[in-house]
């Protein structure tokens, strides 16, 4: 390996979308060369040194006195010369987000020929038309059935939206979901389906997607760059199994750089084509791990924060969103995001980019 990107999550609910204590999902890591990788281990252990155990930036975020101590190590691991990535997803849009991804799959039902799933821009205008046409029990209720699908919630849930959608004389729509209303029994089997290895609370969360995407951002780096990296994960890990098999599918070393562009220009990555391998580690014995953690914990705090009342926002948490949050901004020539990524509503995004440029709250 030419270099390692160390990976933690933060915000981990599971299949609970429902979770208003959490209302983001974060993937984040650093990447770091060989060369430098010492450098960050020692960086991470004197910073870390009266701590006995494994810290948790959550926990640090909660306090203004633990926020100063999260923007330190930010600005510490940042003079190792790591490169850091994240990807943000919001939690309460993704339910919509599963409305598309598993009733309008053109694999599974037959009215949606219109809808490719490489169509990645209009499933996501999708998505917020969803997310803005359907009331919050329509959404609760899909979340609900979502932990467990059946045939009787399922179709339940599809009823319901479809009404909905009648309502407001949306023709093509209602027919789509109408199409999967047909299709609801195979559907369901293909939400449920295992190996033995993996089960459906594995592949429901976002746990796997942010994963993937990060992923593709750092490979898509790697292009540039050169060399290969090798993935080191938390080893406190539910999702190894599901994990491991998305990279047993689309992790293909040197494969040739086959990205598919989008309609807007950007490039989405099919293949890990700089991916070497992928292990689990604590951090007590790989302090990047902690690195990862301080950047997943830090993202997803200042994320929940900028939604809040303004009242809640202060001076320590206007400084960490002024290190990490620019990275939404940084795109290459074809309007990629290099470094970050978020999926989530336009308010959301809007809200945050908000705070990052407004002037912090004086302090008190």
Known sequence: MTHTFYLDESGHAGVNYLDNDQPFHVAGGVL???TDRIVLDVTMRSLLVQDQTEIKASQLMRSARG???VLNIIEQIGQAHVMPFFVIMERRFSIA?????????PEHQDSVDWLPTVAIEQRHELTERLFDELDDQQLNEFALAYKAPNVANFTNTLNRIINSLRRGKDDRLTKAFEGALRHVTSIVRAETYGDGTTKHGDWAGLNVPSFSHALRSVDRFMDRTG???DVVHDSALQYEAAFRKVLAMIAQPAAPIADLQLPDGTLFRGLYRNFGSFRTANSTLEPGVQAADIIAGAVAGVAKAAIAPLDKWSPELHAIAQAILPALLMTDETGTQVF???????????????????????SE
């Open 67 to 69: 926020q100063r101590r």
């Open 227 to 229: 060399g290969t990296f």
């Open 97 to 105: 987000g599963k409305l598309v991804d598993i009733f309008l799959d």
């Open 340 to 362: 970050a990524g978020i999926y989530a509503h336009t308010r959301t995004k809007t809200a945050l980019l908000a705070r990052l440029f407004r002037k912090e709250k004086p």
């Open 32 to 34: 770091i060369s060989a």
